[in-house]
């Protein structure tokens, strides 16, 4: 969850937070009862119309965000409303972090914020009977996430005394469905620009339902985000997995991914399409720091 200045300082001009809603319509959030106030005031400010609803992580308080976000949705932006049903497609929903779990100090990892989409989703369909549309899935494993990292990198790039062209790119992390994957997505993206010489036709296509941002090599990529960065320059993306995280080499999930990774415990959000070649990590190190090891000694690089 982000605070009001937080989602401010990232450039929304207009923001209302879970926070702000529920002050405003304290009658919305109903499973609490000590948090329930003793006496109703009408506000003095109307909201405005909520035109647009962004997931950036999962909340502390998981029953008042999904039922927050819900009242958002079926009432087109008027969450004091009563539902209307007939009001599909929604408002857009732009959603990143789509990891399902990670790792703290526990011995089995934690929910992560795609688990709160996964209930989201399906509370979303179990009322209205209808998918969950995004409209727009960002951050890993989406390639959107990538290419911008190769824009900072070129750009701290340009402030030191680097006179080679980076060519190699290396993702290095602890999850298969996120990490590695788009990792593996993105290089699939360089590898097709380098053999077309123009814009890459590899893309994760979001628009709704279950598959809908799946990769598709049929058709152009016509959202535009590739326009919006710096062009990509690097020929390959490299997964580095490391064992520090959710990824344990001595769990169920085996080293060959490739033949032994089943769609029944992919992990990725609903709207990747599973495919064995992007979890399969190009290196599994221990940890990060032989992650830095191997890419010292992968680009014969020699630190001062």
């Known amino acids: ?36 106030p003793n006496v109703l005031s009408p506000s003095a400010v109307e909201l405005p119309k ?15 965000s999904l039922q927050l976000i819900i009242d958002v949705l079926l009432t087109s ?8 049903h007939e009001n599909y497609p929604h408002i857009p929903v732009l959603a990143c972090n789509m990891d399902l779990m990670w790792v703290a100090e526990a011995q089995s990892p934690r ?3 795609g688990t709160f989409m996964v209930c989201l989703e399906n509370i979303y369909k179990k009322i209205t ?7 727009a899935l960002m951050g890993k494993p989406s390639p959107l996430t990538y290419q911008y990292a190769e824009q900072l990198l070129r750009a701290q790039a340009l402030h030191r ?40 036709r590899v893309q994760a296509q979001v628009s709704g339902g279950r598959g809908s941002a799946a990769l598709s090599q049929d058709n152009d990529m016509d959202h535009g985000w590739e326009n919006q960065l710096a062009p990509a320059a690097a020929a390959h993306c490299r997964s580095v997995l490391v064992c520090t995280g959710v990824y344990n080499p001595h769990s169920e999930v085996p080293l060959e991914t490739r033949d032994s990774i089943t769609e029944a415990v992919f992990h990725g959000h609903r709207d990747f399409r599973f495919d064995p070649g992007l979890v399969e990590p190009d290196h599994i190190v221990p940890d990060v720091d032989a992650a830095v090891d191997l890419v010292f000694q992968l680009e014969n690089f020699a630190p001062n």
């Open 77 to 84: 932006g008027y969450p004091g409303n009563p539902y209307h």
């Open 1 to 36: 969850s982000l605070s009001l200045t937080g989602v401010s300082s990232l450039g929304f001009c207009q923001p209302i937070t879970i926070e702000t809603l529920r002050e405003k319509h304290p009658l919305l959030d109903a499973v609490d009862h000590d948090r329930r």
């Open 111 to 113: 929910f992560g914020h």
């Open 129 to 135: 009977g209808r998918e969950l549309k995004y409209e």
């Open 161 to 200: 005394p680097w006179h080679r062209p980076i060519h190699t790119l290396y993702a290095v992390g602890d999850n298969l469905m996120t990490d590695v994957y788009g990792a593996n997505l993105y290089n699939r993206y360089l590898e097709e620009n380098s053999r077309k010489g123009s814009k890459s």
């Open 50 to 64: 909520i035109e647009a609803v962004v997931l950036f992580g999962e909340p502390v308080r998981w029953e008042t």
